[in-house]
Antibody
């Protein structure tokens, strides 16, 4: 069974840092594109960052560019999100997700799954 | 970036009701549209990809349709476990991954 498990969330003061981890199992992690999303309390889903394998490519949402860094360790089957200069508006449940794909009707379709259970990050003084 | 909208933002329905949720993209995304279900305190779960393809293990009462800019998710006979929030997501041009704002389905 494909699984993802996040860890590393917690309470941090504005301007502080936190490092989230996402451990994968049950699928070929080294060839999987991985992504971080977040969901502020009572709000919708927001994409945060992506790390692609082929070609190697990293992308960030404008709201976190320059403050967050996504990375991965294929030997540990893990993806990470280093979050610096945290702000109150970064308060959210953070999820990691794998990008799956299916070839159908001569097209390649991508979708997100599995997702981890989420880890809560609270930025408050 | 491609923007996604959904309607309604919430609805109340009874067990056994037929429920339809609509999703609209700001430009044509052909059939690159996914639907997710999220229950309180849980991660999103993929229901449908490619606008109409049911993910393995998802009950057949869920169906999706549409192409271009307009899409629908239909639950043919609402079950107690279907009370949740539903999100559409475009996979035509990513990143960014953009989602609709969600439709909350609750009990009438």
């Amino acid at each position: 069974e494909m699984q993802l498990e996040e860890s590393g969330g917690g309470l941090v003061k504005p301007g502080g840092s936190l490092r989230l981890s996402c451990a994968a199992s049950g699928f070929a992690f080294s060839t999987s594109d991985m992504h971080w999303f977040r969901q502020a309390p009572g709000k919708g889903l927001e994409w945060v960052a992506s790390i692609y394998t082929s070609p190697i490519y990293i992308s960030y949402a404008d709201s976190v560019q320059g403050r967050f860094t996504i990375s991965r360790d294929n030997a540990e089957n893990s993806v990470f999100l280093q979050m610096n200069s945290l702000r109150a508006e970064d308060t959210a449940v953070y999820y990691c997700a794998r990008l799956g794909n299916t070839h159908y009707n001569w097209n390649d379709y991508t979708w997100l799954g599995p997702w981890g259970q989420g880890t809560l990050v609270t930025v408050s003084s | 970036d491609i923007q996604m909208t959904q309607s309604p933002s919430s609805l109340s329905a009874s067990v056994g009701d037929r429920v339809t949720i609509t999703c609209r993209a700001s430009q044509s995304i052909t059939t690159y549209l996914n639907w997710y279900q999220q229950k309180p305190g849980k991660a999103p779960k993929l229901l449908i990809y490619a606008a109409s393809r049911l993910q393995s293990g998802v009950p057949s009462r869920f169906s999706g349709s549409g192409s271009g800019t307009d899409f629908t998710l239909t639950i043919s006979s609402l079950q107690p476990e279907d009370f949740a929030t539903y999100y559409c997501q475009q996979s035509y041009r990513t990143p960014p991954f953009t989602f609709g704002p969600g439709t909350k389905v609750d009990i009438k």
